[in-house]
């Protein structure tokens, strides 16, 4: 699938969502506001658990079985007691466990070498939920995950185990096909269910009472959201587990003048870098491309008593705007036209030895602010890029009109992210 068609497919998606102007649901302002990963659907709708509204959980999910301790105690998932229906998880060999090491390319076009290394013994575990990326030719995912699954995981997750367990599902999510075909055969409640049951399975299983930080970004913002919703904030014992959750590339809404309603009842908006329990959410835009009124999907919710959360790692950690993005240099297949920068870090790579690890780095070259144009709350995205030197003055990511720099929102704020979940994960054990 080249980029024309893909790109046509998401705007199509886009065009068929609903307008979701209550501005209280994760739905709100981005179908004028959310991803069309999520084609238009609430992250909350329906209420309830998944199993019950229709989703095809008979086969795969065992019920929950009585006595024991703890939420969903005796839980024994059909599917997820399988290795490879899992992308990464910390006691298997797979994507996740391969080298992370980045080249930090300067301004003079010198690159040093920063290797990665996970934490030993990490206090908390991450349960991560990627985007839509698969490129499967049926409405919803098969449980092969390909290229496209792993190389996301990779990107938005892997390095978070510099203080994290990680665990993170198949599922069998929304296709990138079926949103160009606006096929009505594609099963949401299928996927949030593979969601939910991979969740449960690890709650009951392999979570033994730790803290867990939620992670998703795009249709994976979407699955947690509405997890959040149904399960953490109706069961204490979860909520108190909840270290935060980062929700990232949809729209997250909350009252003006305040930390908490709106999407979530109970759940605020982090307040700083030592909060816990609490929400992280932005979409991202250029500074020269701001979200406009008729196109942007991102960044409003559509009620004039809301705005779209906008916290980014950076200023809960008060450390000033700098990013700190993190980019791959091999990327597989169809993705590498959205993701691939010709050149990697350099504007002209000839006299330049060639970049040996599998991700590099341009310290300087981004930085980022929370901002309110109007109806939209996002982060501005701002280069800083000399045109005299080496390096390559943009970054992939863009996609179409109204997206932004949504497929790389958790890549230029990945250094800056794994700072945070050090800081979340410090506080949550110091409790």
Known sequence: MNRLVLTAALLLAAACGDDGNDGSTANNGGNNGTDAANNGTDAGNNGGDAGNNGADTGDDAAPDTPGGD???????????????????????????????????????????????????????????????????????????????????????????????????????????????????????????????????????????????????????????????????????????????????????????????????STVPVCADADSTGCVVSYATYRATEPPAQDTALFGRTGNPQTHAVCVTPMELLGEGPALEGYFPVDVPGALAAFFESEGGPYADPEGFDPIETPFYRMPGLLEGRCKTDGPFTYMEATLLADPEDPRADDIAGDLSPGWGLHLVDMNIAMGNLQRLGARQAAAYLAR
């Open 70 to 264: 703890g939420p969903y105690a005796g839980y024994t998932s059909e599917n997820y007691t399988d290795p490879d229906k899992w992308v990464c998880r910390p006691d298997k060999d797979d994507i996740c466990d391969e080298s992370l090491d980045a080249t930090s390319v300067d301004t003079a076009g010198t690159g040093t070498n920063e290797p990665f290394m996970a934490a030993a013994e990490p206090g908390i575990d991450c349960f991560y939920v990627y985007p839509t990326v698969s490129l499967d030719g049926t409405p919803n995912s098969d449980w092969s995950a390909t290229s496209e699954e792993p190389f996301v995981t990779q990107n938005q997750a892997a390095r978070l185990q510099s203080f994290c367990r990680l665990y993170a599902p198949v599922y069998r999510q929304v296709t990138v096909t079926a949103l160009f075909g606006g096929d009505q055969n594609a099963d949401r409640e299928l996927a949030y269910a593979d969601a939910l049951d991979a969740f449960k399975h690890y709650i009951a299983n392999d979570n033994d009472g730790r803290g867990f930080l939620l992670i998703g970004h795009s249709q994976g913002t979407g699955v947690l959201t509405r997890l959040v919703q149904e399960e953490i904030q109706t069961q204490p014992e979860l909520a108190e587990r909840m270290v935060a959750a980062w929700l990232i590339g949809l729209t997250i809404a909350v009252p003006e003048g305040e930390s908490v309603g709106g999407t979530f």
